[in-house]
């Protein structure tokens, strides 16, 4: 084992160095060459200690670090590469896959039902718009956590009644506020624009540290966008590690063991309000930042977006992806971002016109019936199959562990 | 008299009443499922308005508006009793989130169906009776022919249901399958089928008040006529306790007057916040809703 | 087994590194510049907008695209413009509000990016204030023209900060100084009361009401998402205020929706004001739908609305040439008919339509965006369905400036209240009659 070890660092050594040596002979400006380095760098580091299944064993933590940084230089590295239409549609699916996490917690982990999660996007992006427009100089990150917070704030004003209310109240009074909520942005019509919403001040300017780095090279980096992409993929990365540690947390068990049987959760100590409002909590935080990544990335926000049909999207793409799991939200991610171009393939293969009446509804008519075949034949979507199949494979005859648990695994 | 008839108070109370039968309506055909199986449906707002579109729309080119409404409402039951056999029996004793995805999955079907087939376009419907107010004394006083219809109707369908589930043998083979389905089952209670019969009622006063919300001129038949109505119709519910009746009744009246008071004298804009503050307000006192006979289970 | 693993470790480690590598070399090769005109070929132009086709906003306002493109597929069938047939792509936006019908949300900005990427010329009559002020900057930053856009917003006019954005209606507020002149002309002694929407629609409606004279005694605002969820309901209690405040003139910048609960809510407390509708919300074919089947009479009938196109009543060419062109799409309207109403959507669309085309062969075969902006802002268009020129300067994108007052004469049509044009700005500049423009139809088109 010994020399396997000492062997995986000199790999890892030359590979850094190869890459950066790399980087710097293959792009001919220098800042870009840098930016790629780094990004390469910390590929290789990530790769590497996840491929040490001591290490993976003794800290769980950095496991995680390492994976949310690999897949992040990844995709980073990536964006480089795709068109801005692609980057546009990862960078969607990504602020998606963040408030999907979120409610894959609620639900997965609490046993909790939200359909109001549309709603909390809504708070997050126009907490966003709002703060912008009146301190427009507030570093983007520093404006990304006043949305978590705000975001935070309303899911605690929510959650209270939570704590006495069982699963389809709940889901209904969560239902309640997402129909109400374009109705309540417009009643406080002199914050939040009324229903033509708010344009973020300084749109489209980079930071200065960040244009420092990315200054020259690639078109696609000067046309405003790239960077948007980037800072949504780094905000996605960071979200998901937290979230990965708190799968596994103390708390995440305690919530687990709420959801499943609540009277030896109390016998063990655990506080069960306390433990449903933090969930609910949690959910709408991440809710909030995903809608503030959306303003972000548009650079404007209109109540109209943060409609009732928003949170049921939601709903359905985390079930389809497999809800209760991390990997479940990356691929609900996914599958929003780029269900208008199947729907349009399908559309497109059919022969159907496309401007007439059913073409249009075929998202609908697709998505609500993969929504209940899903619920139907696996409820734990697609990851909660993956799951089992390699549980299977692993254990044949053996008891199959309840997928969630064994999620923080994967994370 | 007459003046206290035109006035603004006396106007927004039968407004108020008029808005608030229809969420009373809605109300109880949740709590009607709720009961019979412990399920929130989400899809209750959607099925009654496919129904309406079948019996009102397609039938309407060759009959009558009452022959209409009665075609409508056996297509509810058969919408409701075909949900229950196929979606929902499958979900009995899986978790709470189960039925709750797959009735949001059915609502956004059936309403991608209804634009599919008959377009988003608003759809006029016939109504019988003049909507216009009647006059006293040459001021008008907020009740017109059609609101009459309509708060008669919900009469008759709360008495009709009252009387079913109180005085009638299967009223209470229904309610004994609610309450106790393994009692029932043993002293020869088909209580599957009573399950069917629950979802089918349901459906039934559902598309009586989704034919109702319809031929309110304001707006027509549309794929989503009942998505905001299914929001206030779920709060009167929740307030009035989603297992009993009359509570969610007397809720969706109330909460219509208030909300009619809240337009006129504050800003039609905060109704809906309104609302929901009723909502919050009251679930955080009574989780298990004003009139519910069930003590909350304290932890 | 070790040696194995070992193995397996390495070959990964390599794998990786190679990874790293390749994506780094490739970086280098990116920068590369088109010099041809995205969207233009020797027999094609490609031509996008995003439109709503589902949603809320979809019933009427989705038949402007369609006689749009029912406009191109006439021209192609001609030969096209300069030879070059027009490719015109629909995406739909649902009006910005997300849903099942369309679900890359926020669906503006998506569906824009994936018109982007099909390499169109520009965005040509693309639909909605909010929703087109979102993607202004992406546009610009990519230099696609944005054309034409469907909204009566002063957002469109700024031609220092976006050079290719074009407005095509006349302004929000220059109909508000329009009605209220006609309003001090006609009922100079009436209580006045307005009701508008809660966002620039009815800010600059209202404020070109005031600058044009008529300070109403109510005015009011409605939100659109209350209006959605109390199934319109939430209009009443502003008509009703409207009664109690004796007003016998209502001016209404209303979507279709609203006129109708706002209609409705009167009708049912047997209020008749003289109506003053917007032309957003007075089409008398999508007005009517609601009220279709009550055994009364269509009660917008006898309103006053707004105008910058033929009336469908009126003798005019263009709607001869209208139906045609109709007719002739057979994809588009399947169901329309020598007899269908010409609704006032359709006549919107093939307006804008007309007067691309009419640009497009003014620039001539060699068709640059720089060349066709140029010729955009130093031609005036007297031969559109518009009754007043078309006339782009290179200080102003605003588009149409004027046009005439219309009622409603039945459940379907319009009629000029009389035969006067007027003009305005959408500053303090004053409302000026002027002559129409003689309703002739280029050569090429007939």
Same mark, same amino acid.
């Given at each position: 084992?010994?020399? &396997?070890?000492?062997?995986?660092?000199?790999?890892?050594?030359?590979?850094?160095?190869?890459?950066?040596?790399?980087?710097?002979?293959?792009?001919?400006?220098?800042?870009?060459?840098?930016?790629?380095?780094?990004?390469?760098?910390?590929?290789?580091?990530?790769?590497?200690?996840?491929?040490? #299944?001591?290490?993976?064993?003794?800290?769980?933590?950095?496991?995680?670090?390492?994976?949310?940084?690999?897949?992040?230089?990844?995709?980073?590295?990536?964006?480089?590469?795709?068109?801005?239409?692609?980057?546009?549609?990862?960078?969607?699916?990504? =602020?998606?896959?963040? %408030?999907?996490?979120?409610?894959?917690?609620?639900?997965?982990?609490?046993?909790?039902?939200?359909? *109001?999660?549309?709603?909390?996007?809504? !708070?997050?992006?126009?907490?966003?718009?709002?703060?912008?427009?009146?301190?427009?100089?507030?570093?983007?990150?520093?404006?990304?956590?006043?949305?978590?917070?705000?975001?935070?704030?309303?899911?605690?004003?929510?959650?209270?009644?939570?704590?006495?209310?069982?699963?389809?109240?709940?889901?209904?009074?969560?239902?309640?506020?997402?129909?109400?909520?374009?109705?309540?942005?417009?009643?406080?019509?002199?914050?939040?624009?009324?229903? +033509?919403?708010?344009?973020?001040?300084?749109?489209?300017?980079?930071?200065?540290?960040?244009?420092?780095?990315?200054?020259?090279?690639?078109?696609?980096?000067?046309?405003?966008?790239?960077?948007?992409?980037?800072?949504?993929?780094?905000?996605?990365?960071?979200?998901?590690?937290?979230?990965?540690?708190?799968?596994?947390?103390?708390?995440?068990?305690?919530?687990?063991?709420?959801?499943?049987?609540?009277?030896?959760?109390?016998? !063990?100590?655990?506080?069960?309000?306390?433990?449903?409002?933090?969930?609910?909590?949690?959910?709408?935080?991440?809710?909030?930042?995903?809608?503030?990544?959306?303003?972000?990335?548009?650079?404007? !926000?209109?109540?109209?977006?943060?409609?009732?049909?928003?949170?049921?999207?939601?709903?359905?793409?985390?079930?389809?992806?497999?809800?209760?799991?991390?990997?479940?939200?990356?691929?609900?991610?996914?599958?929003?971002?780029?269900?208008?171009?199947?729907?349009?393939?399908?559309?497109?293969?059919?022969?159907?016109?496309?401007?007439?009446?059913?073409?249009?509804?075929?998202?609908?008519?697709?998505?609500?019936?993969?929504?209940?075949?899903?619920?139907?034949?696996?409820?734990?979507?697609?990851?909660?199959?993956?799951?089992?199949?390699?549980?299977?494979?692993?254990?044949?005859?053996?008891?199959?562990?309840?997928? #969630?648990?064994? %999620?923080?695994?994967?994370? | 008299?007459?003046?206290?008839?035109?006035?603004?108070?006396?106007?927004?109370?039968?407004? *108020?009443?008029?808005?608030?039968?229809?969420?009373?309506?809605?109300?109880? #055909?949740?709590?009607?499922?709720?009961?019979?199986?412990?399920?929130?449906?989400?899809?209750?707002?959607?099925?009654?308005?496919?129904?309406?579109?079948?019996?009102?729309?397609?039938?309407?080119?060759?009959?009558?508006?009452?022959?209409?409404?009665?075609?409508?409402?056996?297509?509810?039951?058969?919408?409701? =009793?075909?949900?229950?056999?196929?979606?929902?029996?499958?979900?009995?004793?899986?978790?709470?989130?189960?039925?709750?995805?797959?009735?949001?999955?059915?609502?956004?079907?059936?309403?991608?169906?209804?634009?599919?087939?008959?377009?988003?376009?608003?759809? /006029?419907?016939?109504?019988?009776?003049?909507?216009?107010?009647?006059?006293?004394?040459?001021?008008?006083?907020?009740?017109?022919?059609?609101?009459?219809?309509?708060?008669?109707?919900?009469?008759?369908?709360?008495?009709?249901?009252?009387?079913?589930?109180?005085?009638?043998?299967?009223?209470?083979?229904?309610?004994?399958?609610?309450?106790?389905?393994?009692?029932?089952?043993?002293?020869?209670?088909?209580?599957?089928?009573?399950? %069917?019969?629950?979802?089918?009622?349901?459906?039934?006063?559902?598309?009586?008040?989704?034919?109702?919300?319809?031929?309110?001129?304001?707006?027509?038949?549309?794929?989503?006529?009942?998505?905001?109505?299914?929001?206030?119709?779920?709060?009167?519910?929740?307030?009035?306790?989603?297992?009993?009746?009359?509570?969610?009744?007397?809720?969706?009246?109330?909460? +219509?007057?208030?909300?009619?008071?809240?337009?006129?004298?504050?800003? #039609?804009?905060?109704?809906?916040?309104?609302?929901?503050?009723?909502?919050? !307000?009251?679930?955080? =006192?009574?989780?298990?809703?004003?009139?519910?006979?069930?003590?909350?289970?304290?932890? | 087994?070790?040696?194995?693993?070992?193995?397996?470790?390495?070959?990964?480690?390599?794998?990786?590194?190679?990874?790293?590598?390749?994506?780094?070399?490739?970086?280098? &090769?990116?920068? /590369?510049?088109?010099?041809?005109?995205?969207?233009?070929?020797?027999?094609?132009?490609?031509?996008?907008?995003?439109?709503?086709?589902?949603?809320?906003?979809?019933?009427?306002?989705?038949?402007?695209?369609?006689?749009?493109?029912?406009?191109?597929?006439?021209?192609?069938?001609?030969?096209?413009?300069?030879?070059?047939?027009?490719?015109?792509?629909?995406?739909?936006?649902?009006?910005?509000?997300?849903?099942?019908?369309?679900?890359?949300?926020?669906?503006?900005?998506?569906?824009?990016?994936?018109?982007?990427?099909?390499?169109?010329?520009?965005?040509?009559?693309?639909?909605?204030?909010?929703?087109?002020?979102?993607?202004?900057?992406?546009?610009?930053?990519?230099?696609?023209?944005?054309?034409?856009?469907?909204?009566?917003?002063?957002?469109?006019?700024?031609?220092?900060?976006?050079?290719?954005?074009?407005?095509?209606?006349?302004?929000?507020?220059?109909?508000? $100084?329009?009605?209220?002149?006609?309003?001090?002309?006609?009922?100079?002694?009436?209580?006045?009361?307005?009701?508008?929407?809660?966002?620039?629609?009815? /800010?600059?409606?209202?404020?070109?009401?005031?600058?044009?004279?008529?300070?109403?005694?109510?005015?009011?605002?409605?939100?659109?998402?209350?209006?959605?969820?109390?199934?319109?309901?939430?209009?009443?209690?502003?008509?009703?205020?409207?009664?109690?405040?004796?007003?016998?003139?209502?001016?209404?910048?209303?979507?279709?929706?609203?006129?109708?609960?706002?209609?409705?809510?009167?009708?049912?407390?047997?209020?008749?004001?003289?109506?003053?509708?917007?032309?957003?919300?007075?089409?008398?074919?999508?007005?009517?739908?609601?009220?279709?089947?009550?055994?009364?009479?269509?009660?917008?009938?006898?309103?006053?609305?707004?105008?910058?196109?033929?009336?469908?009543?009126?003798?005019?060419?263009?709607?001869?040439?209208?139906?045609?062109?109709?007719?002739?799409?057979?994809?588009?309207?399947?169901?329309?008919?020598?007899?269908?109403?010409?609704?006032?959507?359709?006549?919107?669309?093939?307006?804008?339509?007309?007067?691309?085309?009419?640009?497009?062969?003014?620039?001539?075969?060699?068709?640059?965006?720089?060349?066709?902006? $140029?010729?955009?802002?130093?031609?005036?268009?007297?031969?559109?369905?518009?009754?007043?020129?078309?006339?782009?300067?290179?200080?102003?994108?605003?588009?149409?400036?004027?046009?005439?007052?219309?009622?409603?004469?039945?459940?379907?049509?319009?009629?000029?209240?009389?035969?006067?044009?007027?003009?305005?700005?959408?500053?303090?500049?004053?409302?000026?009659?002027?002559?129409?423009?003689?309703?002739?139809?280029?050569?090429?088109?007939?």
């Amino acid at each position: 084992m010994n020399r &396997g070890l000492s062997s995986r660092r000199v790999i890892t050594t030359v590979a850094a160095v190869a890459a950066v040596a790399l980087s710097f002979i293959v792009t001919p400006s220098s800042r870009d060459g840098v930016a790629l380095a780094v990004l390469a760098t910390l590929t290789v580091i990530g790769g590497s200690v996840l491929l040490s #299944s001591d290490l993976r064993r003794a800290h769980p933590v950095v496991t995680r670090a390492a994976t949310s940084t690999m897949a992040v230089s990844v995709s980073l590295v990536a964006t480089f590469f795709f068109s801005s239409t692609t980057n546009f549609n990862l960078a969607t699916g990504a =602020a998606m896959a963040v %408030t999907l996490v979120g409610l894959s917690f609620l639900t997965g982990v609490s046993g909790q039902v939200s359909l *109001g999660n549309g709603a909390f996007m809504g !708070v997050g992006a126009f907490a966003m718009a709002i703060w912008s427009n009146h301190h427009s100089t507030t570093p983007i990150v520093v404006t990304l956590l006043i949305s978590i917070v705000a975001g935070a704030l309303v899911g605690l004003l929510l959650g209270l009644p939570a704590t006495r209310l069982r699963g389809p109240y709940l889901a209904g009074m969560t239902l309640a506020f997402a129909v109400a909520f374009p109705a309540i942005l417009t009643y406080f019509n002199s914050w939040t624009g009324g229903d +033509g919403g708010l344009q973020l001040p300084n749109a489209a300017t980079p930071p200065h540290w960040l244009r420092a780095l990315y200054v020259h090279g690639t078109t696609s980096l000067t046309s405003g966008t790239l960077w948007l992409t980037d800072i949504t993929l780094v905000a996605t990365g960071v979200a998901f590690f937290f979230m990965a540690n708190l799968f596994t947390s103390r708390v995440g068990r305690a919530m687990r063991l709420v959801r499943d049987n609540e009277v030896a959760a109390e016998l !063990v100590g655990v506080n069960l309000n306390r433990a449903r409002v933090l969930a609910f909590v949690v959910s709408s935080s991440y809710a909030a930042l995903g809608g503030a990544l959306w303003t972000f990335l548009n650079n404007s !926000v209109t109540p109209a977006t943060y409609s009732f049909a928003l949170s049921i999207v939601i709903l359905s793409v985390i079930v389809i992806g497999g809800i209760g799991t991390i990997p479940g939200a990356l691929i609900g991610g996914l599958v929003y971002a780029y269900s208008t171009n199947v729907i349009n393939w399908i559309t497109n293969q059919t022969g159907l016109n496309p401007q007439g009446n059913f073409a249009s509804q075929l998202n609908g008519i697709i998505f609500g019936g993969l929504l209940i075949v899903t619920m139907m034949l696996a409820p734990r979507g697609v990851a909660g199959v993956y799951y089992t199949f390699r549980h299977r494979r692993a254990s044949p005859g053996g008891d199959v562990k309840s997928p #969630s648990e064994e %999620t923080y695994a994967e994370a | 008299m007459d003046i206290f008839l035109t006035s603004r108070i006396a106007s927004d109370v039968l407004g *108020g009443v008029t808005n608030g039968v229809i969420y009373g309506l809605v109300a109880l #055909s949740l709590v009607l499922v709720w009961r019979s199986t412990g399920i929130l449906n989400f899809a209750q707002g959607a099925m009654p308005m496919m129904a309406t579109y079948v019996g009102m729309i397609a039938f309407g080119h060759f009959f009558g508006y009452w022959i209409c409404v009665v075609i409508a409402i056996l297509v509810g039951f058969l919408i409701g =009793a075909g949900t229950e056999r196929v979606l929902v029996r499958p979900l009995y004793g899986k978790p709470e989130i189960n039925p709750v995805v797959v009735m949001v999955g059915f609502l956004t079907v059936l309403e991608a169906v209804a634009a599919a087939i008959w377009s988003s376009t608003p759809r /006029s419907l016939t109504t019988p009776f003049s909507p216009i107010d009647f006059h006293l004394g040459g001021k008008p006083f907020a009740l017109s022919a059609f609101s009459l219809y309509q708060i008669v109707t919900a009469i008759v369908v709360m008495v009709a249901v009252a009387v079913l589930f109180r005085f009638t043998n299967l009223g209470l083979q229904l309610r004994a399958s609610a309450l106790a389905p393994e009692v029932s089952r043993l002293l020869g209670v088909r209580v599957n089928r009573m399950l %069917t019969l629950g979802w089918t009622l349901s459906t039934g006063v559902g598309t009586i008040t989704a034919i109702l919300v319809s031929s309110n001129f304001f707006t027509g038949l549309t794929p989503q006529v009942m998505d905001g109505i299914f929001a206030f119709g779920f709060i009167a519910a929740a307030v009035g306790g989603l297992d009993s009746p009359v509570g969610s009744i007397v809720a969706g009246v109330v909460i +219509g007057i208030i909300l009619q008071f809240v337009g006129d004298y504050v800003n #039609s804009n905060a109704i809906i916040l309104v609302a929901l503050f009723i909502l919050i !307000v009251s679930l955080m =006192a009574r989780p298990n809703g004003v009139f519910s006979v069930v003590k909350a289970r304290r932890v | 087994m070790i040696q194995n693993k070992l193995s397996r470790r390495l070959s990964a480690g390599v794998a990786m590194m190679l990874c790293a590598g390749v994506m780094t070399f490739g970086a280098s &090769g990116l920068a /590369s510049a088109a010099p041809k005109t995205p969207g233009v070929t020797a027999t094609q132009i490609t031509i996008g907008a995003t439109v709503p086709i589902t949603g809320i906003a979809s019933p009427g306002y989705s038949d402007v695209s369609r006689a749009a493109n029912a406009v191109f597929n006439y021209v192609n069938k001609k030969g096209g413009v300069n030879g070059r047939k027009i490719k015109y792509i629909l995406k739909d936006d649902c009006y910005g509000t997300p849903g099942f019908g369309c679900t890359g949300i926020p669906n503006t900005a998506t569906q824009t990016r994936a018109l982007l990427s099909a390499g169109i010329f520009a965005t040509v009559g693309s639909l909605g204030t909010p929703t087109q002020d979102s993607v202004r900057t992406l546009l610009n930053s990519n230099h696609v023209p944005q054309l034409y856009v469907n909204s009566g917003s002063l957002d469109w006019n700024n031609p220092t900060k976006y050079p290719g954005l074009f407005g095509w209606q006349t302004s929000y507020n220059e109909e508000g $100084k329009i009605f209220a002149q006609y309003i001090s002309a006609t009922y100079p002694t009436a209580n006045v009361c307005y009701l508008g929407q809660g966002d620039d629609f009815g /800010s600059d409606g209202l404020a070109g009401l005031v600058a044009g004279g008529v300070t109403p005694m109510d005015e009011q605002l409605y939100s659109v998402g209350a209006l959605v969820v109390t199934q319109g309901a939430s209009i009443a209690p502003y008509v009703a205020r409207f009664q109690s405040d004796k007003c016998t003139v209502v001016v209404l910048d209303t979507i279709p929706g609203a006129t109708d609960a706002t209609l409705g809510a009167a009708l049912k407390l047997g209020y008749s004001p003289h109506w003053i509708i917007s032309s957003v919300g007075a089409d008398p074919v999508t007005v009517d739908q609601p009220f279709a089947s009550l055994p009364i009479p269509d009660p917008e009938i006898g309103a006053v609305s707004f105008s910058y196109l033929p009336a469908s009543s009126a003798t005019n060419a263009w709607n001869a040439w209208d139906r045609k062109v109709l007719l002739a799409d057979k994809k588009d309207f399947p169901n329309f008919t020598a007899t269908s109403p010409i609704t006032g959507n359709m006549t919107y669309g093939i307006g804008f339509a007309v007067a691309f085309v009419e640009a497009l062969k003014a620039t001539g075969k060699t068709v640059t965006r720089a060349g066709f902006l $140029k010729t955009l802002t130093h031609l005036t268009l007297s031969q559109t369905p518009a009754l007043t020129p078309l006339r782009y300067t290179p200080t102003n994108h605003q588009g149409l400036s004027g046009g005439y007052l219309v009622k409603v004469t039945s459940s379907s049509a319009t009629a000029a209240l009389n035969g006067q044009v007027y003009t305005t700005d959408s500053g303090s500049g004053p409302v000026v009659k002027t002559k129409a423009v003689a309703p002739s139809i280029p050569a090429w088109l007939k």
